[in-house]
């Protein structure tokens, strides 16, 4: 199945692709179909392992991009639990599905026709000054406009950024040859301001424009309930991702913890490439945060592998 996710508009998420039936399939033949596939990431359904299975993981799932595994990804989490759902996995709770991955169990829950997952743990520290330089650079901003800076790593690392204005972050043109030379994947955020008329106002006009190269008939996401505007730039492949279920989970856990945001609170990312994601963060009694979205199964079929 490929499923787009972040959306219930078909192709304006996030796409997945996910194998159901992976058992047997050696890691060269995962590679070799992620770099085929040429989505951000494609997913392998597989039996859990023993010690999973003891502690009641559903299934397993490795995750691949062209370029190689990762241990963790939010939007392959969604979109592959909705596709194992879908297949007709039968969870072994009533209240969630329990995924193994190589960055160890994570929940996902249903949620008022959405899926979330529990954020994983983050590591963070600071960015070295003279890297922060260069990013900056690389980006034509100046250094005031950049709040706050961490490198976030809960599976999948980022270079987290807090801009000073969403005018800032939609208006940002890279220089993708400076920017690979950083090494860097970046996940930049800027907060809207408290809500009044004049804001919403400013922030419809902000994404109509952004949103202006998109395909015919759709428009910009609705922006009400929105806090924070988000940009995923790999610098490796010189490409913006459209939703990123990782990044968000980091950059929510990090922006709470310093006091920049607080949650509950709504995302948007994939404005500038023409995707209305809409990412939705939300603590439990515990403290943890949920990343969730809306899930959608764009093709269902057979592969040859």
């Known amino acids: 199945m490929t499923v787009d996710v972040f959306t219930a508009v078909p192709y304006l998420g996030n796409p997945v692709a996910v194998v159901l039936d992976a058992a047997g399939l050696s890691d060269a033949q995962m590679q070799q179909f992620a770099c085929w596939t040429n989505l951000s990431e494609t997913t392998f359904v597989l039996p859990p392992s023993a010690e999973a299975a003891a502690q009641g993981a ?28 879908a297949h007709g996995g039968q969870p072994h709770s009533s209240t969630h599905v329990l ?25 963070r520290q600071a960015v070295e000054p003279a ?21 976030l790593y809960n599976g999948s690392p980022w270079m987290g950024m807090l801009l000073d204005d969403p005018d800032t972050l939609l208006a940002l043109e890279p220089d993708w040859p400076r920017l690979a030379a950083t090494g860097q994947k970046l996940g930049l955020a800027a907060r809207y301001p408290q809500e009044d008329a004049g804001a919403l106002i400013g922030r419809s006009s902000r994404e109509a424009r952004a949103f202006a190269g998109s395909r015919v008939g759709e428009t910009a996401p ?19 991702d459209p939703v990123t279920g990782s990044l968000n989970a980091a950059l929510a856990q990090w922006l709470t913890a310093e006091g920049w945001l607080q949650a509950p609170y709504t995302a948007n990312q994939g404005v500038c490439v023409g ?21 959608v199964t764009c093709v269902h079929g057979q592969v040859l592998l």
């Open 275 to 295: 995707r209305a994601g809409e990412i939705a963060i939300t603590p439990d009694a515990t403290g943890a945060l949920w990343v969730g979205g809306h899930t």
């Open 222 to 240: 609705a922006a009400a309930s929105v806090q924070l505007e988000v940009r995923g730039l790999v610098s490796s492949l010189a490409m913006e």
């Open 58 to 85: 559903d299934y397993r799932l490795r995750i691949f991009t062209p370029e190689g595994e990762l241990a963790f990804a939010g939007h392959p989490t969604l979109g592959s639990c909705h596709a194992w759902l």
């Open 131 to 151: 890297l922060l330089a260069q990013v900056t650079a690389a980006l034509g901003l100046e250094p005031a406009q950049v709040l706050a800076a961490q490198q």
């Open 99 to 123: 995924q193994e991955c190589q960055q160890g169990l994570v929940q996902i829950a249903r949620r008022d026709q959405r899926l979330a997952f529990c954020a994983p743990a983050l590591q």
